[in-house]
């Protein structure tokens, strides 16, 4: 570029190895400037060794919390991972992690070295499935395969089937039998049964609760469409029991 008194030039292939790079002026008679100075460049086409895996992604939010199956279902929209590495990372490797071809960040070295760290910095879509891999990249920018993909499906949809109860049982003393609505009891495991609206689907739980405490999952009888629950023994005091349905994300209705 002559105004700019810049030049361009592109290599054919070049070998793996170093190489070092000057630009002189010729003239017509093949005479040759003085050399600049060199530039200096290593070619390196060689994977690294190590591999990376994701062992791990995290549910922190809502009913059902830890770690989420393989080809599971989450309410969280803002994931956690974490995973292993065959060997420690050398100077000038990263772990990269990977949704199928996205690359979406860096993950953090732990403990030992062997182990690593991701949280995925995007706020996922109900109904998103993602696909998580971990890839080792040199400072060329050469990658280790993917390991196994960790693959999670984000479900933020409420289940629309209800469930209510319908009594409440007292099974001791001298007065047995159902307890009325904001009646009393000196029985402190009390029987609950209710109804639900309509059949549950695949990984659909009834879920009891006293207040906000979860107490634990219901009996149901899917024919009839009623379930069944016996508490622990509960304190005295006021309690308010409430049935909800659970799908297998944690989203409750």
């Known amino acids: 570029?002559?105004?700019?008194?810049?030049?361009?030039?592109?290599?054919?292939?070049?070998?793996?190895?170093?190489?070092?790079?000057?630009?002189?002026?010729?003239?017509?008679?093949?005479?040759?400037?003085?050399?600049?100075?060199?530039?200096?460049?290593?070619?390196?086409?060689?994977?690294?060794?190590?591999?990376?895996?994701?062992?791990?992604?995290?549910?922190?939010?809502?009913?059902?919390?830890?770690?989420?199956?393989?080809?599971?279902?989450?309410?969280?929209?803002?994931?956690?991972?974490?995973?292993?590495?065959?060997?420690?990372?050398?100077?000038?490797?990263?772990?990269?992690?990977?949704?199928?071809?996205?690359?979406?960040?860096?993950?953090?070295?732990?403990?030992?070295?062997?182990?690593?760290?991701?949280?995925?910095?995007?706020?996922?879509?109900?109904?998103?499935?993602?696909?998580?891999?971990?890839?080792?990249?040199?400072?060329?920018?050469?990658?280790?395969a993917a390991g196994t993909a960790y693959l999670v499906t984000v479900d933020t949809s409420a289940p629309t089937t209800t469930a209510a109860v319908t009594a409440i049982a007292d099974n001791v003393g001298i007065i047995q039998g159902a307890i009325s609505n904001s009646g009393v009891s000196d029985d402190t495991t009390l029987g609950l049964s209710g109804t639900y609206s309509a059949a549950l689907l695949t990984g659909e739980t009834l879920r009891i609760f006293d207040n906000a405490t979860l107490l634990g999952t219901a009996t149901v009888n899917a024919s009839a469409r009623t379930w069944s629950f016996t508490t622990a023994a509960l304190p005295a005091g006021s309690h308010s029991f409430t049935a909800r349905v659970a799908d297998a994300a944690g989203n409750l209705s």
């Not at 791990?56 to 059902?64: E, H, Q, R, T, W």
């Open 1 to 144: 570029n002559a105004s700019a008194r810049t030049w361009s030039f592109t290599t054919a292939a070049l070998p793996a190895g170093s190489h070092s790079f000057t630009a002189r002026v010729a003239d017509a008679a093949g005479n040759l400037s003085p050399a600049g100075t060199a530039y200096t460049v290593t070619i390196d086409l060689t994977a690294p060794t190590k591999t990376a895996a994701v062992t791990a992604v995290s549910d922190n939010v809502g009913l059902l919390q830890g770690t989420i199956a393989n080809a599971g279902r989450t309410d969280d929209t803002s994931l956690s991972l974490t995973g292993t590495l065959s060997a420690a990372l050398v100077t000038g490797e990263t772990i990269r992690i990977y949704d199928g071809t996205t690359y979406l960040g860096d993950a953090s070295p732990t403990g030992t070295g062997l182990t690593w760290s991701y949280a995925d910095p995007r706020t996922l879509n109900d109904n998103q499935t993602v696909s998580y891999t971990a890839r080792v990249a040199d400072q060329a920018g050469n990658q280790s």
